[in-house]
């Protein structure tokens, strides 16, 4: 969603204005795994992305959720992705050969799945893999290009795709209304949010397969810069 209303401009301030636990909190597993998972406004504030996040990483990826605990005005607590730094996600980031961020974009489509980010050919695939599933996908959305270098996703060693999901499609993946349980109860969840977490990470195992031969190809030393990449440092 869009930054223009955000009420702190970064992750600092909210933390300094705001209570861990009460009012958000966050949650990740650093795997040294080749993608991050991401959902930067979880819990209530994207309900339902933090679900879908936790399942994409699976046991195998990196992930990160940043909850929203607050039930009421949940979108307070959104700080737009090219403002979102936390050091434990820059840190998995910058051990990344690529990133996926989580997104709910309210009612600025129906049913149709809006992707960005500057990785090309993940996208791409990205784009393949979730047609396949069934999913309605648009590859030139009009907003949330996800294509500064600022946002997060694009952080990562190889950049992201980052993918907004429209609120009735995010409906169609829970059952019952609530998307988000702050006390870790078992959200129910439909063959669609199956469907949706087999696409991605259909997509995330096939860039590690991707990057493992790339790196085979190149005498195996720097697994982080495949050929024909301008590798960049990290450190
Ligand atoms: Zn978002």
Request: proline share 6%.
């Amino acid at each position: 969603m869009g930054a223009a209303r955000d009420v702190f401009p970064d992750v600092p301030t909210l933390k300094s204005r705001l209570k861990e636990k009460r009012d958000y909190r966050m949650r990740f597993r650093d795997r040294s795994a080749s993608a991050t998972i991401v959902s930067p406004h979880g819990g209530y504030i994207e309900e339902g992305t933090s679900a879908l996040a936790r399942a994409c990483a699976g046991p195998d990826f990196n992930f990160f959720d940043f909850q929203g605990l607050r039930l009421n005005d949940p979108h307070e607590l959104h700080v737009t992705s090219t403002r979102f730094r936390d050091p434990d996600l820059m840190r998995m980031l910058a051990a990344s050969e690529v990133a996926v961020s989580i997104h709910g974009m309210g009612d600025e489509d129906d049913m149709t799945i809006w992707l960005g980010g500057l990785n090309k050919e993940m996208k791409e695939s990205m784009l393949n893999a979730l047609r396949e599933g069934g999913f309605l996908v648009n590859p030139d959305s009009p907003r949330h290009r996800g294509e500064s270098k600022l946002n997060f996703v694009n952080m990562a060693k190889q950049k992201g795709v980052q993918i907004e999901l429209p609120n009735n499609l995010l409906k169609s993946m829970f059952v019952g209304p609530r998307r988000f349980a702050p006390n870790g109860r078992c959200i129910k969840t439909t063959p669609v949010f199956d469907k949706f977490v087999k696409a991605v990470r259909q997509v995330v195992h096939a860039e590690k397969r991707r990057m493992k031969k790339l790196a085979q190809a190149s005498g195996h030393s720097n697994a982080s810069t495949p050929t024909g990449t301008t590798a960049e440092s990290m450190k």
